[in-house]
């Protein structure tokens, strides 16, 4: 059985970088991290890597082309998790990502459904994942309606995976506590998107999980 991939949460933003920044990303990197989760959102006309949809913005922005040209630079092969912020932009994403010609494997996530069917209208077998707190209906009618592969979902909503994780593909954010990474590996999730690669790895190649 395959190890839980350790996704790098916005990047290794442990010893000062700016998260879902270029060195954060490029850290996680050399940490050797089997996956990158970035946030993308469109801001007057151009993707860029930002979290919070509102109008501050950090001192240092990249955009998403840059990102790309990062994996591509580093013959990086782990994971792209790109989650779309907001309601705008899941076409122009798709397209850029496409351009990019990357080498890695890539899921597409976002909150938002209508990202989600318009992913799924674009291309008929590239992964989604549909972001929730924890799995509802909506999910279920999503996986049966083929528009979804996978339910990516919030750490605190414990009891659900091992009700969830031997039914579904499963990828959860954001856990950093031990004992909350050594649950998820005894679970045999997918994968974890935390914010402490290091502690992760430590725990999951200790456990021989």
Do not use: C
């Not at 050399?30 to 509102?54: F, M, P, S, W």
């Not at 972001?131 to 209906?137: G, I, S, T």
């Amino acid at each position: 059985m395959n190890k839980p991939l350790i996704i790098a949460h916005r990047g290794d933003h442990t010893a000062g970088q700016l998260e879902n920044s270029l060195p954060a990303f490029a850290s996680a990197i050399q940490l050797g991290a089997d996956g990158l989760e970035v946030d993308v959102q469109l801001h007057e006309g151009r993707l860029i890597l930002k979290h919070n949809i509102d109008a501050h913005m950090p001192p240092v922005v990249d955009d998403f082309a840059s990102f790309l040209a990062l994996v591509k630079e580093t013959n990086y092969h782990g994971l792209l998790l790109i989650e779309l912020k907001g309601k705008q932009g899941a076409a122009q994403l798709y397209r850029e990502l496409q351009a990019a010609q990357v080498d890695a494997p890539v899921m597409l996530q976002s909150f938002q459904v209508n990202a989600l069917e318009t992913w799924r209208r674009l291309d008929k077998t590239i992964p989604l994942g549909l972001l929730q707190h924890r799995p509802n209906r909506l999910s279920r009618q999503l996986f049966q309606a083929g528009v979804i592969q996978n339910n990516n979902l919030d750490y605190r909503y414990l009891p659900f995976i091992f009700a969830r994780a031997r039914e579904v593909v499963t990828y959860w954010w954001t856990p950093t506590k031990a004992w909350v990474l050594k649950m998820m590996f005894m679970a045999r999730v997918a994968g974890v998107i935390t914010d402490d690669v290091r502690l992760a790895q430590q725990i999951r190649d200790r456990d021989g999980k």
